[in-house]
């Protein structure tokens, strides 16, 4: 129901975009998130914008490279990484909630219940 495409392999300090397409799910009624899980670590939350798309959330290490956005007639939600480092490299889900009011961004406590396949990411040095 969520499909994630973008990831690939970047230089550190090059960019990319993932997308995050829904089928069978209206977006709308949904807080869509980011998580990335790197090899050997446990999965973490990167990114998350609201239903309405007026707050978001940003895990510290990518607060003014990356930048989530949704566009809900597109079904799609979007993740802008900017000055990618090696230690971005991870495989990136993007998920969904319908647990959140309209106007929360939120990413700890809170279950995902839709989930992508994921897209790797690797960034070399």
């Known amino acids: 129901q969520l499909q994630a495409f973008g990831g690939g392999l970047v230089q550190s300090g090059g960019s990319l975009t993932l997308s995050c397409v829904a089928s069978?799910?209206?977006?709308?009624?949904?807080?869509l998130g980011w998580f990335r899980q790197a090899p050997g670590k446990e999965r973490e939350g990167v990114s998350c914008?609201?239903?309405?798309?007026?707050?978001?959330y940003y895990e510290n290490s990518v607060k003014g490279r990356f930048t989530i956005s949704r566009d809900n007639a597109e079904n799609t939600v979007y993740l802008q990484m900017n000055n990618l480092k090696p230690e971005d490299t991870a495989v990136y889900y993007c998920?969904?909630?319908?647990?959140?009011?309209?106007?929360?961004?939120?990413?700890?406590?809170?279950?995902?219940?839709?989930w992508g396949q994921g897209t790797l990411v690797t960034v070399s040095s």
């Open positions: 998920a969904a909630t319908d647990r959140l009011p309209t106007n929360i961004a939120v990413m700890i406590d809170i279950r995902y219940d839709y």
């Open positions: 914008i609201s239903k309405n798309g007026r707050s978001t």
């Open positions: 069978g799910l209206t977006l709308d009624y949904f807080a």
